[in-house]
Every structure is written in structure tokens, then in C-alpha cells.
């Protein structure tokens, strides 16, 4: 039997506001992460940071490239040298390490 458009539409919205919830908790999550390893405490443009957490994501997930899927991955082509040495720092001071 299929399912009327008004049903799909409802499971749709539904699904849209648990994605909504989801990505909610996981940015609150890595800002916390990222408010204790200091990053609320730099000045670096937005561009340069997503492209910092961009390489820290490709270096967790093994150095395979792939895309968020996220609105703006991928953006930013810019901030390539910055990244490396924001990560750098981290890295030194211990912040990066996981």
C-alpha cells in the first residue's frame, strides 16, 4: 500500500527535527571541546577555522578525503597554511592529542 503524500510529508518533517536535535547536541558537544582547548580564545577567521577542524577531521578519519555533507563543507580554500599551524599548536600544547 502506499503512502499518501501527507504521510511522507509528516515523516519528513519529523525526521527534519530529529536531524535538527542531533546536530544541536554534537555542536554543543564540540564546543565544549573546543572552549577547553582554548580555541574560544583566538582571533581566527571563521574560513580558517572550519578549514583547521576540516584536516583534524581527515586526520581522524584516517586521511581518507570525503565531504561532511554539511552546508559550507568545503568552502573554504583558504587558511591551508594557518590550519597546519593552528593544529601545530594544539599539538604542541597538548590540546590536539587525543
Known amino acids: 500500500?502506499?503512502?499518501?503524500s501527507s504521510k511522507i510529508r509528516e515523516e519528513i518533517a519529523k525526521l527534519q527535527e530529529q536531524l535538527k536535535h542531533a546536530e544541536t547536541r554534537?555542536?554543543?558537544?564540540?564546543?565544549?571541546?573546543?572552549l577547553?582547548?582554548?580555541?574560544?580564545?583566538i582571533e581566527i577567521?571563521?574560513?580558517?577555522?572550519?578549514?583547521?577542524?576540516?584536516e583534524l577531521a581527515k586526520r581522524f578519519r584516517g586521511g581518507k578525503p570525503g565531504?561532511?555533507?554539511r552546508k559550507g563543507a568545503g568552502d573554504s580554500s583558504t587558511g591551508g597554511g594557518q590550519s597546519e599551524a593552528l593544529a601545530s599548536s594544539k599539538a604542541s600544547s597538548g590540546a590536539g592529542e587525543a
Not at 500500500?1 to 499518501?4: F, I, V
Not at 577567521?45 to 576540516?54: M, V
Request: proline share 3%.
Open 36 to 41: 577547553r582547548a582554548g580555541l574560544g580564545e
Open 67 to 69: 565531504t561532511s555533507g
Open 26 to 34: 554534537e555542536a554543543e558537544r564540540i564546543g565544549r571541546i573546543a
Open 1 to 4: 500500500m502506499k503512502k499518501p
Open 45 to 54: 577567521e571563521e574560513t580558517n577555522l572550519q578549514a583547521a577542524f576540516e
